[in-house]
C-alpha cells in the first residue's frame, strides 16, 4: 500500500495539473469506486460537475481535493477554510490518479474518470484491486479543515500540526511494541510497513521494543529517522516494487534502491554487514539488523 511519501508525491501532480481546473463531468465506471459514497454514483457525479477543484491536500496516506461552491475560477483571495466539502481518495493497494489526455486509450481498470471544462487533461482513478475509494466528505471546521471521514487520523510527522512532545507522551502511554505504535494513524499518520522498518534501522531500534521504555531523547532520533527517510524518498519519487504505484504522470519512483533493510532479507546490513533479519509481523513482515538492532532482552 502506498505510504506517506507515495502519497505526496501524487499529491504535487494534482496541485500542478488540476488544482484550479473545472469538472466538466464526472464518470463512475464502477460502483465499488466509490462504495464508500453512500448516495451513490449518479449523486457523486451530481455533486462534482461544475464544481471547480481549489487545490491539492494530504494527511498521512490520504488525499483530498476542495471543491468550490460554484463552477468558474475560484474568487482572488479564496481559502479553502470557505470550502465546504471535497473529493476525497484513497489509494489503496493499487489505486492511481492519472493525468491523462483525453484522447488515450480507456485503461484497462478504469473506475472513475473526471472531465474538465477547458478540455485539457483527464483525471482517472485506476484501480487493478478496487480496495481504493473516491468520495466527495464534508470538511470539518477544524483550524486545518480535513474530510470529517479522517477526523481521527493523527496529523503525519511532516505536517507543521504534528507535536512531537505530544507525540512522546502519547507513545510512552500507549505501552506497545514500538513498530505497532508507528503503524497506529491515530498517534502518527502516514507510516506504513517500509518506513517503519526503514525509520527503525536509522534509529537502531528492533521493532519489538517496548514503546514504555523509550526516553524522550530516542523518541526524538526515532522521528529524525522517520523524516529523514520519508524525506529522501520523497526525493526519489517514492517507493516501487511493481507498476501498480506510479505518480500522475505514469512514473514509478526508484525509492527501493535505497532501502537499508526492508525486502533484504539474507543480505549484509550497510552499517555492519551482518544478514538482515525477516521476521513474521501482523500477517506482514518486518526487517531488521539483528546487530545494530538487537531485540530487547536479547
Known amino acids: 500500500m502506498p505510504e506517506l511519501p507515495e502519497v505526496e508525491v501524487v499529491r504535487r501532480g494534482l496541485a500542478q495539473w488540476v488544482a484550479g481546473r473545472t469538472i466538466a463531468e464526472a464518470e463512475v465506471l464502477h460502483p465499488r469506486a466509490i462504495r464508500r459514497h453512500l448516495p451513490g454514483a449518479a449523486e457523486f457525479s451530481g455533486r462534482l460537475a461544475g464544481r471547480t477543484l481549489v487545490s491539492?491536500?494530504?494527511r498521512g496516506k490520504y488525499l483530498?481535493?476542495?471543491?468550490?461552491?460554484?463552477?468558474?475560477?475560484?474568487?482572488?483571495?479564496?481559502?479553502p477554510d470557505v470550502v465546504s466539502d471535497a473529493?476525497?481518495?484513497?489509494?489503496?493497494?493499487?489505486?492511481?490518479?492519472?493525468?491523462?489526455?483525453?484522447?488515450?486509450?480507456?485503461?484497462k481498470h478504469l473506475r472513475v474518470r473526471l472531465s474538465f471544462d477547458d478540455g485539457g487533461p483527464e483525471l482517472r482513478f485506476v484501480d487493478q484491486r478496487t480496495f481504493g475509494h473516491l468520495l466527495v466528505a464534508p470538511l470539518a471546521a477544524l483550524v486545518r479543515p480535513v474530510p470529517e471521514?479522517?477526523?481521527?487520523?493523527?496529523?503525519d510527522p511532516l505536517e507543521e500540526a504534528f507535536d512531537d512532545e505530544l507525540f512522546a507522551r502519547r507513545l510512552v502511554a500507549r505501552q506497545t511494541e514500538i513498530k505497532r505504535a508507528l503503524l497506529d494513524q491515530s498517534l502518527i499518520s502516514g507510516v506504513g510497513n517500509?518506513?517503519?522498518?526503514?525509520?527503525?534501522?536509522?534509529?537502531?531500534?528492533?521493532?519489538?521494543?517496548?514503546?514504555?521504555?523509550?526516553?524522550?531523547?530516542?523518541?526524538?532520533?526515532?522521528?529524525?529517522?522517520?523524516?529523514e527517510v520519508m524525506g529522501e524518498a520523497l526525493g526519489q519519487g517514492g517507493t516501487s516494487f511493481d507498476s501498480l504505484y506510479v505518480?500522475?504522470?505514469?512514473?514509478?519512483?526508484?525509492?527501493?534502491?535505497?532501502?537499508?533493510?526492508?525486502?533484504?532479507?539474507?543480505?549484509?546490513?550497510?552499517?555492519?554487514?551482518a544478514p538482515v533479519l525477516r521476521e513474521a509481523f501482523m500477517n506482514r513482515s518486518s526487517y531488521s539488523c539483528p546487530r545494530c538492532q538487537p531485540r530487547v532482552g536479547a
Not at 70 to 77: F, K, L, N, T
Not at 149 to 155: M, T
Open 149 to 155: 471521514p479522517i477526523v481521527h487520523i493523527a496529523p
Open 56 to 58: 491539492a491536500e494530504r
Open 87 to 107: 473529493l476525497m481518495a484513497h489509494l489503496g493497494m493499487s489505486g492511481q490518479l492519472l493525468v491523462v489526455d483525453p484522447g488515450s486509450p480507456v485503461e
Open 64 to 79: 483530498w481535493l476542495p471543491l468550490a461552491e460554484a463552477a468558474g475560477e475560484p474568487s482572488e483571495g479564496a481559502s
Open 247 to 273: 505518480n500522475v504522470n505514469g512514473e514509478s519512483g526508484y525509492f527501493d534502491r535505497s532501502l537499508n533493510v526492508y525486502g533484504r532479507q539474507g543480505e549484509p546490513c550497510g552499517r555492519c554487514g
Open 194 to 227: 517500509i518506513y517503519a522498518d526503514e525509520a527503525l534501522w536509522r534509529a537502531r531500534l528492533h521493532g519489538g521494543t517496548s514503546t514504555r521504555g523509550l526516553t524522550r531523547e530516542k523518541i526524538g532520533e526515532l522521528l529524525v529517522a522517520v523524516r
